[in-house]
């Protein structure tokens, strides 16, 4: 399931929360919307946070896995990345 259960300090969304998003994401629930110039899907989470599938045209291992079918997504706020999301597997970066 997930790695961490609740956010640091209360300022991310919980890793349910993001799991909740993750599954909208990919099962194309409601509120998911689309990048207008990248097409990439995204879904708004608490916190002023954003859950944004990866880009599979990218070079990084994360773009390899996507392309190879595995379900990468990010969590991001104001540019940055907080937490990345593999198959389910919340991973929260930067602690």
């Known amino acids: 399931m997930a790695e961490n259960d609740r956010?640091?300090?209360?300022?991310?969304?919980?890793?349910?929360?993001?799991?909740v998003a993750f599954e909208k994401l990919?099962?194309?629930g409601r509120g998911v919307?689309?990048?207008?110039?990248?097409g990439l899907?995204?879904?708004?989470?608490?916190?002023?946070?954003?859950?944004?599938?990866?880009?599979?045209?990218?070079s990084s291992e994360w773009a390899e896995l996507s392309r190879s079918g595995r379900r990468v997504a990010w969590v991001m706020r104001d540019g940055r990345y907080l937490a990345r999301v593999v198959d389910g597997e919340v991973t929260f970066l930067g602690q």
């Open 7 to 19: 956010a640091e300090a209360g300022d991310l969304p919980t890793a349910g929360v993001i799991l």
């Open 41 to 58: 899907r995204h879904v708004e989470l608490p916190h002023d946070c954003v859950l944004v599938e990866q880009n599979p045209k990218k």
């Open 26 to 28: 990919f099962g194309g």
């Open 33 to 38: 919307r689309r990048f207008r110039h990248s």
